[in-house]
């Protein structure tokens, strides 16, 4: 794919994305920042506002009311989140204990085994790459080319962008997914794919449904940018000669009265009435 996409492209493909499949909320375009120096003027920190909030709020912010945030570690009260994308420097040896005292998992070392399966990278090695906070905004407006996108929608949505990834059969788009309950949308939607290059499917997790206006029916999608691009321009591609599109087009059974005695019962008497 095209390492030459310009602002205007992504938001293109956010507008195509949020129209073709007739979401709710829009994409959210994410990025991860090195220095402050990177958050553009139109981008707010809630600490600006003497609040917190934490990644999956500023999520749920972006694609509901086209926020435009930047959540740092100290803008996050969500710090298990902090940590877990390097923010701050300590060790796993501490994270672990932060997640054993919320009695999340059985013992210290189900906790660890937890803690390599959702980042898939040693701790250490996350904090080494530098980052400092992470950017959120409507894709359709965003001020950023973006590492992620997220796509929140129902599963026939989700589906139809699972098609379109999938379509050529690229190796990078192939998705592979875990489920585990927790960090859903930051690290799944988000974080993991930028540091995977490989889509993730999203099932809510905790935080999500406990702080984010999560609907029972929402599953998500994360993708890097570019793969958001590529979804916008196959969506549809895979059986459109059999019209899947939205709305969906299920098939209608072919049916008479015969599927019920009561049904053919009545059909009779009125026959006879036409006789």
Known sequence: MSENYTLEDYQKAGEGIYDKI???TYPVAIKYIKDFSEIPNEVERPISR??????????????RFSEKLCITAADNFCTPSTLGHGWVNLTEEEYIESQVRQGWHK???TEAKFIKNQYRKDLKEIIAL?????????????PFIPDSVLVMGNAVQITYMIHA?????IEENNISSTFVGFGESCQKGGFRPF????????????????????????????MT???AIYTDK?????????????????????????ITPGFMYLRELFDKLQK
């Open 130 to 142: 530098g980052y400092k906070g992470v950017m959120s905004a409507p894709l359709t407006e965003t």
């Open 195 to 222: 540091l995977t290059q490989r889509p993730e499917i999203v099932f809510p997790g905790t935080g999500d449904r406990s702080f984010c206006l999560i609907q029972d029916h929402e599953i998500g999608i994360g």
């Open 22 to 24: 007739h979401l709710a």
């Open 107 to 109: 013992n210290p070392e």
């Open 225 to 227: 940018g570019k793969q």
């Open 234 to 258: 196959f969506l549809f591609n895979t059986g459109k000669r059999l019209g899947l599109k939205m709305p969906l087009r299920q098939i209608m059974p072919r049916l008479n009265e015969k």
């Open 165 to 169: 990834l999938t379509f050529e059969k």
């Open 50 to 63: 003497n609040q917190k909030m934490c990644i999956c709020q500023a999520f749920t912010q972006s694609r």
